[in-house]
């Protein structure tokens, strides 16, 4: 394992050496954060050519021919930064397709219609109490 691997369980007090089994804090807000960082990193580009939520990222454009030139400043930022997909993960060429409970399409946004498939099948109200 590199020196740099490795992770400080340990620490030295007045009462003594001590070390970790658990580490102290929890990851909370762990998406919060990362949110938050994608965000800082891709503040120029965000509501114009890509969409950020968490973890999911939506290259967009209007043209074709402009999609390819903002695939590559999205991967360009992804590569000065670090980080990458996970292509099990990927989907490229999609004319639409599910995201976080909506269908994106060439028409636009459009709600899901497996999400509103129990309201779609509830029988409309009989009496004035169940309305």
Same mark, same amino acid.
């Given at each position: 394992?590199?020196?740099?691997?490795?992770?400080?369980?340990?620490?030295?007090?007045?009462?003594?050496?001590?070390?970790?089994?658990?580490?102290?804090?929890?990851?909370?807000?762990?998406?919060?954060?990362?949110? +938050?960082?994608?965000?800082? *990193?891709?503040?120029?580009?965000?509501?114009?050519? !890509? %969409? @950020?939520?968490? &973890?999911?990222?939506? /290259?967009?454009?209007?043209?074709?021919?402009?999609?390819?030139?903002?695939?590559?400043?999205?991967?360009?930022?992804?590569?000065?930064?670090?980080?990458?997909?996970?292509?099990?993960?990927?989907?490229?060429?999609? +004319?639409?397709?599910?995201? *976080?409970?909506?269908?994106?399409?060439?028409?636009? !946004? %459009? @709600?899901?219609? &497996?999400?509103?498939? /129990?309201?779609?099948?509830?029988?409309?109200?009989?009496?004035?109490?169940?309305?």
């Amino acid at each position: 394992m590199a020196e740099e691997d490795k992770i400080k369980t340990t620490f030295t007090t007045m009462w003594g050496t001590f070390y970790y089994q658990v580490m102290p804090f929890g990851l909370k807000n762990a998406g919060a954060t990362y949110q +938050r960082a994608m965000v800082m *990193l891709f503040h120029d580009m965000m509501h114009k050519e !890509i %969409e @950020v939520y968490v &973890d999911d990222m939506i /290259a967009k454009s209007k043209e074709g021919e402009d999609h390819l030139v903002n695939l590559g400043r999205l991967f360009d930022r992804l590569k000065e930064y670090k980080l990458r997909f996970n292509p099990a993960k990927c989907t490229f060429s999609a +004319r639409s397709g599910k995201l *976080l409970g909506f269908v994106v399409s060439e028409r636009g !946004i %459009e @709600v899901d219609p &497996d999400k509103i498939k /129990a309201i779609r099948e509830l029988p409309p109200p009989s009496s004035v109490r169940e309305i």
